[in-house]
């Protein structure tokens, strides 16, 4: 049976036990609307860690949106039965004042120098087109860690930038080991997220053309072509169709993230985008170049 928790202090205590005699923690930290991608982080903490636990929690910190936020699908039951059925020991949740205890405000919002800075790897695309997101984010990150004290965090390449800002936390502060998996796509190529039971059937098929915009890049990338604009206008047009706002479509060099894009030829390339679909903003990524060693 799997331990469900309603609050960080609950979860602090029971993986002090789980991390006795030297035993390792596996830890996936998710907002729930649990699916396969989720899933596969799931099963890969598992096989690597003696214990595995998970949290489900919305964090309204991280949502520069308020209707993004309200909408973002939640249904915890289904997520903890998902959890339990592949062996999860414990899964808990929280709330602003159980993370924060005595630093909200009278309105309940946190104050805002309990905020963290999220460092360099927050500057450009998702940073400049969510302002707020990853401090939002990281806040709660660490208060997470914190309180779990894991042996291995596990995270999705599908959400790039977090993985650069979750590392660089997790470099400062010397733990944990930061496991980053990849993308896991429905057979169509669109890359699994909560927020795609938002789309209609007809909102999915069009969705498709961000994965494609991404392998068009890499198909040209694999023939050689290394300038970045010429690689940027590949991904833009395949992307570019009625319906579907680009809020970017940009490349970056995954070894030395800059704010700004690349100009000229590029000797190693990762292809980003966030395009709306159906007002549902939607987020995907794929290396061009070999990936890093390590990522
Ligand atoms: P979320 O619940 O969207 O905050 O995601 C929780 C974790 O699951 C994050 O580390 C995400 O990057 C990861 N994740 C979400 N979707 C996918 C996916 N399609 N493939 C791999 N990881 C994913």
Not at 2 to 26: D, F, K, M, Y
Request: aromatic content about 6%; some cysteine.
């Amino acid at each position: 049976m799997i331990v469900e928790l309603a609050s960080p202090a609950e979860a602090r205590a029971w993986c002090l036990g789980a991390r006795a005699a030297g035993r390792t923690l596996g830890f996936v930290p998710t907002m729930g609307a649990l699916h396969e991608g989720h899933l596969e982080l799931v099963a890969r903490a598992l096989r690597e860690n003696d214990v595995t636990c998970a949290s489900v929690y919305v964090n309204p910190l991280q949502f520069n949106d308020r209707a993004d936020f309200e909408r973002y699908p939640r249904d915890f039951a289904a997520d903890a039965r998902r959890l339990e059925a592949l062996g999860v020991a414990m899964v808990f949740t929280g709330t602003l004042a159980g993370f924060f205890p005595g630093d909200l405000r009278a309105d309940g919002t946190l104050k805002p120098a309990r905020l963290l800075a999220p460092g360099p790897s927050a500057e450009g695309l998702e940073g400049a087109h969510r302002p707020g997101h990853f401090a939002g984010m990281i806040t709660i990150v660490e208060r997470l860690f914190d309180c779990v004290q894991p042996t291995r965090a596990y995270f999705g390449q599908k959400d790039y930038q977090q993985t650069l800002v979750v590392r660089d936390l997790a470099r400062r502060q010397k733990r944990p080991e930061i496991v980053v998996c990849p993308t896991s796509r429905e057979r169509s190529g669109l890359a699994r997220s909560s927020r795609n039971m938002l789309l209609s059937k007809s909102e999915l098929d069009r969705a498709v053309c961000l994965s494609r915009g991404l392998k068009a890049a890499e198909k040209a990338w694999k023939k050689g072509l290394r300038d970045a604009q010429a690689l940027r206008a590949i991904l833009q047009a395949e992307i570019a169709r009625p319906g579907v706002e680009i809020e970017y479509a940009e490349l970056r060099d995954p070894e030395r993230w800059t704010a700004s894009a690349p100009q000229g030829n590029m000797k190693r390339a990762i292809a980003l985008v966030a395009a709306r679909v159906g007002g549902v903003r939607l987020i995907d990524n794929m290396y061009l170049s070999a990936p890093p060693r390590g990522s």
